[in-house]
């Protein structure tokens, strides 16, 4: 089971940017979808994001759309989430997940098996 671990989080002002990093343990990243979910207090966990095993593919939510863009290096085993123009709305601890579902389940977070510790970030205005 490929273990994962999400780095990057922080505190920034409204409209600035940040870049998540999620690392796995092991050098089959390329055989999941890798996704992106968050979970603020007293809320329920939302998808974010969600890239494909090549990285040719990516999905949003339309809450993050045309500001955050997910991304993946396999050769690294990690995969990204580039946060611009962050709103105090965005404030939630991250977690990124892995997949071997199809990619056209990738906004279901019951499709995802492993997940990361998450990382918190926090958007003050």
């Known amino acids: 089971q490929v273990q994962l671990a999400e780095s990057g989080g922080g505190l920034v002002q409204a409209g600035e940017s940040l870049r998540l990093s999620c690392a796995a343990s092991q050098s089959s990243l390329n055989s999941y979808t890798m996704g992106w979910f968050r979970q603020a207090p007293g809320k329920e966990r939302e998808f974010v994001a969600a890239i494909s095993r090549s990285g040719v593919s990516a999905v949003y939510a339309d809450s993050v759309k045309g500001r955050f863009t997910s991304s993946r290096d396999n050769a690294r085993n990690t995969v990204y989430l580039q946060m611009n123009s962050l709103k105090p709305d965005d404030t939630a601890v991250y977690f990124c997940?892995?997949?071997?579902?199809?990619?056209?389940?990738?906004?279901?977070?019951?499709?995802?098996?492993?997940w990361g510790q998450g990382t918190q970030v926090t958007v003050s205005s």
């Open positions: 997940a892995a997949s071997m579902r199809p990619f056209y389940a990738a906004q279901l977070k019951e499709e995802y098996t492993n």
